[in-house]
Structures are given as structure tokens and as C-alpha cells.
């Protein structure tokens, strides 16, 4: 037996498959406020724009949510919440660094308690 068997694939130049992790698509952050690992949205969202569980969000977004062309990068603050017309829960963010506000639609999977305690605080 003459011929030679290779195991691996390294000189074919196939391409190897990239770990999840460093997938652009994969919205994996971690928490700037409670430190906690967030993952992407499971269902009913675009974009995440705040932690699920302490609800601070970070100032990325200039003028449209989700163009992250601000330089500012401070911690938003969770200053309120209010029900829209359709039943929509958003909360609103003030930013610790400029002071800008923002409305954010909240996820489906938010703590919704959280939410609820802010809706009753900004009356
Ligand atoms: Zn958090
Ligand atoms: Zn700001």
C-alpha cells in the first residue's frame, strides 16, 4: 500500500466554521450596569436596545434607534415607563452622561415587574 491517508482538511483551503460567538449577527453583550451576560432577543424584536434585567441601556443611537452613531457611550438610566395606545409598554431612558432622553419599546423578554414599577413611578 503505497497511498497516504490525511486526516484534516488544512491544505485545501476549505474554510472552517467560525464559532457562534463571533458571528455579527449573535447581539451578545454584556450588561454595563448589573454585569450580567445578555444574549439576543429570543422572539418579537429587532434589535436589543437595554438590559432585560436592570433595564439601563447604553447611549449608542444618534437620532434613529439602532444607527449607533453617537460618541457619547454613557449609561442610560431607566427614568420612567408608559403604556401606548395599542397597549405597548415603553420605557424611557435618560441618559447619565448628555441627559437626552429616549423612548424605547420594551422586550418580550424584559422584567416586566421592573416595568411595572416604573409605569407606577411616573405618574
Ligand atoms: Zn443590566
Ligand atoms: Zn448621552
Same mark, same amino acid.
Request: charged share 30%; aromatic share 8%.
Given at each position: ?7 484534516? %482538511? ?7 466554521? %467560525? ?6 449577527? =449573535? =447581539?451578545?453583550?454584556? !450588561? ?14 429587532? /434589535?436589543?436596545?437595554? !438590559? ?18 453617537? /460618541? !457619547? ?12 395606545? %395599542? ?7 435618560? !441618559? ?8 424605547? %419599546? ?18
Amino acid at each position: 500500500m503505497s497511498r497516504t491517508y490525511r486526516y484534516g %482538511r488544512s491544505e485545501d483551503g476549505e474554510s472552517r466554521e %467560525r464559532p457562534a460567538w463571533s458571528r455579527p449577527d =449573535q =447581539q451578545t453583550f454584556r !450588561c454595563r450596569h448589573c454585569k450580567v451576560v445578555v444574549g439576543p432577543i429570543p422572539y418579537g424584536g429587532k /434589535h436589543r436596545n437595554h !438590559c432585560p434585567y436592570c433595564l439601563y441601556s447604553r447611549h449608542v443611537d444618534d437620532r434613529t434607534p439602532g444607527d449607533r452613531a453617537s /460618541h !457619547c457611550g454613557a449609561l442610560m438610566a431607566p427614568a420612567g415607563a408608559f403604556t401606548r395606545a %395599542r397597549g405597548e409598554h415603553a420605557v424611557v431612558h435618560r !441618559c447619565l452622561g448628555c441627559g437626552v432622553e429616549r423612548h424605547n %419599546r420594551i422586550a418580550a423578554d424584559d422584567d416586566f415587574a421592573r416595568v411595572l414599577g416604573l409605569l407606577a413611578g411616573s405618574r
